[in-house]
């Protein structure tokens, strides 16, 4: 399965490089021949986000983490020199936009696509291997916990592992619902009786 989900961003991000990169070629933006080096850059620069959004989800016990993921995203979005030069910021900013990976794939297109070809590009090619390294490291460790728990003897679901809380609903939650329904249907019961003897009683009195 991760394999797969890899594999199908790679796949996706140089499907979009090629159309990206075909209409920069025809409206002429494509200043030098190592644009065309590009297209594998971005299979590594997907291979880098595949591999750490891996290790991450793999780790996450909800859906409702999966949120914090574009809590992340969007800011680097933002504010990784895509809409706006490095230098619009302030210093201690700056540096922090240099730390974020989407800085790094910025920088490294762009320095393929304009021919700013140097050894600048190697740290950030260095930074995706890393990446790449990282995600695969934490993906195989998780992994080979499923296979040491599933041949082990335990009292540990392993499907609770692997798909963790599905509704993120803990147990002081189902207890806290427990009671609120209770208390409603309560409500209801005594509305109810009192509706039911109100309308008996004008026809009692006749």
Same mark, same amino acid.
């Given at each position: 399965?991760? !394999?797969? =989900?890899?594999?199908?961003? !790679? +796949?996706? &991000? ?13 409206? &002429? ?21 595949? *591999? ?13 983490? @999966? ?8 800011? @680097? ?12 910021? #302030? ?15 910025? =920088? !490294? ?9 140097? #050894? $600048? ?32 003897? *335990? ?11 599905? +509704? ?5 939650? !189902?207890? $806290?619902? &427990? ?15 009192? &509706? ?5 009683? #004008?026809?009692?009195?006749?």
């Amino acid at each position: 399965v991760a !394999l797969g =989900e890899i594999s199908y961003a !790679l +796949l996706r &991000g140089l499907v979009y490089a090629t159309g990206f990169l075909t209409v920069m070629q025809v409206l &002429g933006l494509n200043q030098s021949w190592t644009a065309i080096l590009s297209l594998p850059a971005v299979v590594l620069i997907a291979f880098g986000f595949a *591999s750490i959004g891996m290790a991450i989800t793999s780790y996450m016990k909800t859906f409702q983490q @999966m949120d914090w993921i574009n809590f992340v995203m969007l800011p @680097m979005f933002l504010f990784s020199a895509t809409f706006f030069p490095l230098d619009v910021y #302030p210093g201690v900013i700056q540096r922090l936009i240099q730390a974020l990976p989407l800085w790094h794939a910025v =920088e !490294l297109d762009r320095g393929l696509t304009l021919g700013q070809f140097g #050894p $600048q590009l190697l740290l950030h090619v260095g930074y995706f291997v890393g990446m790449i390294a990282i995600g695969i490291v934490f993906t195989t460790l998780f992994a080979l916990g499923l296979v040491l728990i599933s041949v082990t003897p *335990s009292q540990t679901d392993l499907n609770h592992i692997i798909f963790g809380n599905i +509704l993120g609903v803990s147990t002081a939650d !189902l207890i $806290q619902i &427990g009671i609120l329904a209770a208390v409603a249907l309560a409500i209801l019961g005594l509305l109810r009786g009192r &509706g039911g003897r109100a309308g008996r009683g #004008p026809s009692q009195s006749t």
